[in-house]
């Protein structure tokens, strides 16, 4: 992310922006390596190749602020590995964790993973050491430490629907896991920060807070996700959770979220309603029925008709509900930045 790109993204979470038409989109592994035109496989294991990778988007999608910027992961394996998961790979399709907890009782034998030698955790930050000096020269810097939420590692390491029924059947137990995660999270966060002192934001996904409701979100959720977002005194506190969005809503300043990406499930004005003034909204247009399955006419007409029902533009950033998902065209992305602009 350049300097000026970072410095438009704080205008529109301050509400100072007076460019109402800032597009931004989260791009990871999902979108990256096809797009690209080469394995998932290759972009995993190769610096060279992720480097190139993202410095092609950059360069296709110069009007685009792409989220969080240069991002080193390894799927959905990333913090899993660092509590032992056996991680299973592919050639062209996403990585996947094996479950290390199978009962309650081996919650208690968890291992605190130790954030500088533990699973992929060092091969992602070495990676961007290596390519600093080469990411510094093309104009950007690495401006978020990201990390998966609490919830979401937990249904990693032991299953979702085990842990949604922890939450339920033994609230205790749920809250030893949720406080090793936390500890975990809130180090590895830290890690990244001294790691790259250039870092001014916390993204933090989990799409797990989507699943539960009002109480539980108040006793699992809030409390925790809060503390993984003041682990920094950061800038920008970017949340993702591209599942149901209206339970966490009314709780996001209280996080320590002022950017919220959601499902497009929930229209912006209603978000904006729940969320209050002072969040920043990015979103929503559907990325999979429309940003990737439609013809770049109908994204067209369809990233209109969503800025048009915005009630209000300041602390918007226009783009889909969620990650840029598998399958889109640049042919798509270019029509939906034709589509705010022409707005």
Not at 152 to 167: C, D, H, P, Q, V
Request: aromatic share 12%.
């Amino acid at each position: 992310m350049t300097n000026h790109q970072w410095e438009a993204l704080l205008s529109v979470v301050k509400g100072t922006n007076t460019n109402l038409k800032e597009i931004g989109f989260i791009i990871d592994s999902p979108w990256l390596p096809g797009w690209a035109g080469i394995s998932t496989l290759d972009y995993y294991s190769s610096d060279e190749i992720w480097l190139k990778t993202n410095l092609k988007a950059i360069d296709s999608f110069p009007e685009v602020i792409f989220l969080p910027g240069f991002w080193s992961e390894y799927g959905m394996c990333t913090e899993p590995s660092a509590f032992g998961a056996r991680s299973v790979w592919y050639e062209s399709n996403l990585p996947h964790a094996e479950r290390v907890i199978h009962s309650e009782e081996e919650i208690d034998r968890l291992p605190q993973p130790n954030v500088t030698c533990d699973g992929l955790l060092p091969f992602m930050i070495n990676r961007l050491r290596l390519l600093e000096p080469q990411i510094n020269e093309k104009g950007h810097q690495i401006k978020f430490a990201v990390t998966r939420g609490p919830l979401n590692i937990a249904t990693f390491l032991m299953g979702t629907s085990e842990f949604l029924l922890l939450l339920a059947m033994d609230p205790e137990k749920a809250h030893q896991l949720m406080e090793k995660i936390t500890r975990f999270i809130v180090e590895w966060v830290q890690y990244q920060k001294a790691c790259f002192p250039s870092i001014e934001g916390v993204l933090l996904l989990d799409d797990i807070v989507g699943f539960v409701g009002e109480e539980d979100c108040r006793e699992f959720v809030v409390p925790y996700v809060k503390r993984c977002f003041s682990a920094i005194d950061s800038k920008i506190g970017f949340f993702h959770n591209d599942a149901f969005g209206l339970t966490c809503a009314p709780f996001l300043r209280e996080m320590g979220v002022n950017l919220f990406n959601f499902a497009f499930d929930h229209p912006i004005s209603q978000i904006r309603e729940l969320a209050g003034p002072e969040v920043a909204l990015i979103g929503n247009l559907p990325p999979r029925d429309v940003l990737s399955a439609a013809t770049p006419a109908e994204v067209y007409s369809a990233t209109q008709t969503m800025m048009r029902e915005a009630p209000d533009h300041s602390r918007i950033i226009w783009s889909c509900g969620g990650g840029i998902p598998q399958n889109v065209s640049t042919e798509n992305l270019q029509s939906f930045v034709k589509a705010v602009i022409d707005y």
